[in-house]
């Protein structure tokens, strides 16, 4: 069984940095598009970003754009969301998310085409 165990997060001040990790487990990284997402409160789950199962094709909001980045280390099955120049607007509650279904060099930024989810980290950016 596919298993996605979030670390990082936490309260940082506007304009800092914070890296989410998502570990994963059960299933060969390799042919898994991931996605991160996030949810305020009292607002729909949004796509953040996501990265293709080869890693070539990567996709981020538009609010998100040039400040955060998504990687992927196969060989040590994780994946990263590295967030800087954050505002209060990024708070929420982040998911990463997986799917195998995807074509290798696509990746969908909504809810719906991934299948797998972690456990949501806090992140809030409050002075």
């Known amino acids: 069984q596919t298993q996605l165990v979030q670390s990082g997060g936490g309260l940082v001040q506007p304009g800092g940095s914070l890296r989410l990790s998502c570990a994963v487990s059960?299933?060969?990284?390799?042919?898994?598009?991931i996605g991160w997402f996030r949810q305020a409160p009292g607002k729909e789950r949004e796509g953040v970003s996501c990265?293709?199962?080869?890693?070539?094709?990567?996709n981020y909001a538009d609010s998100v754009k040039g400040r955060f980045t998504i990687s992927r280390d196969n060989a040590n099955k994780m994946v990263y969301l590295q967030m800087n120049g954050l505002k209060p607007e990024d708070t929420a509650v982040y998911f990463c998310a997986a799917d195998n279904r995807q074509w290798r060099n696509v990746c969908y930024d909504t809810p719906g085409n991934y299948d797998f989810w972690g456990q949501g980290t806090q992140v809030t950016v409050s002075s």
């Open positions: 059960g299933f060969t990284l390799d042919y898994l598009t």
């Open positions: 990265i293709s199962k080869s890693g070539d094709t990567t």
